[in-house]
């Protein structure tokens, strides 16, 4: 088992920039791949970004890429999310994920087995 704990959300006016943090806990010695995703009133839950825990290779949705920056602390076993030029269209609720295995399906939901309560973010225009 691993918990997940989300941080760092708040009200940023566009072009502003937060940074959210996600500490595990639990079986962190497994981990395999941590995701970010996102969820809007009245959408799905889509994809921001995730990192690989050993490698520390990250992969990113277009919507945030060159602006979201995701990153890892193995001896804190935390990730972070660096959220830079925040558009409007960012505001969303941010879960960050875990999975302890290999997945093939790292933009998906699915792919991650953990998840933590989430961390509402708001950009004012």
């Known amino acids: 088992q691993v918990q997940l704990v989300e941080s760092g959300g708040g009200l940023v006016q566009a072009g502003g920039s937060l940074r959210l943090s996600c500490a595990a806990s639990?079986?962190?010695?497994?981990?395999?791949?941590m995701g970010w995703f996102r969820q809007a009133p009245g959408k799905e839950r889509e994809f921001v970004a995730r990192i690989n825990w050993s490698t520390g290779t990250t992969y990113y949705a277009d919507s945030v890429k060159g602006r979201f920056t995701i990153s890892r602390d193995n001896a804190k076993n935390t990730v972070y999310l660096q959220m830079n030029s925040l558009k409007p269209e960012d505001t969303a609720v941010y879960y960050c994920?875990?999975?302890?295995?290999?997945?093939?399906?790292?933009?998906?939901?699915?792919?991650?087995?953990?998840w933590g309560q989430g961390t509402q973010v708001t950009v004012s225009s």
């Open positions: 639990g079986r962190t010695y497994s981990l395999y791949r």
């Open positions: 994920a875990a999975v302890l295995y290999r997945s093939s399906v790292s933009t998906l939901a699915r792919g991650y087995d953990y």
